[in-house]
């Protein structure tokens, strides 16, 4: 009976309250209170230990999170989800977006003005070519049309 008022006094889902209960019976009562599980990282032969226990053993996420010690069952949805996707390469992956190469940002900041100009003019030359050449090609079809 104390479950229901916890969720309404500290604004807190039923399921959460009940999964910190199933962890503090299992004496997993560290996970429950660690500020910085956000922080953790697992290695890549721990993830794929984790996602074939569970293939082999069917089991639930609340039960690996018990088994293996991990915060959060969204962790292993994540890391299926990845591994479904990408393969081992998908659980490789670092946190946040991948940096961004400086050496494509300054090569195209080095086109020069003339050589830009250069550029433009001989696209503006090959679409006057394929311009002409469809209109050609337009013409030709139109005359064999007549024909028939």
Not at 10 to 22: D, E, F, G, Q, T
Not at 27 to 50: A, W
Request: proline fraction near 1%.
């Amino acid at each position: 009976m104390g479950q229901l008022r916890w969720p309404k006094k500290y604004k807190v889902s039923n399921s959460v309250i009940l999964r910190w209960i199933n962890r503090i019976k299992n004496e997993n009562f560290g996970m429950v209170t660690s500020e910085n599980s956000h922080l953790i990282e697992y290695s890549i032969e721990f993830k794929i230990k984790v996602l074939s226990y569970k293939n082999s053993h069917n089991c639930t996420l609340s039960e690996l999170c018990n088994k293996f010690k991990i915060h959060s069952e969204s962790t292993i949805y994540f890391w299926q989800r990845q591994f479904d996707e990408l393969g081992i390469i998908g659980l490789s992956r670092k946190r946040g977006n991948p940096k961004m190469n400086k050496n494509k940002v300054t090569k195209q900041t080095k086109l020069s003005k003339d050589d830009e100009l250069k550029q433009l003019k001989e696209e503006n030359l090959m679409l006057r070519i394929q311009n002409e050449y469809l209109k050609k090609l337009k013409a030709l079809d139109q005359k064999q049309a007549k024909k028939k």
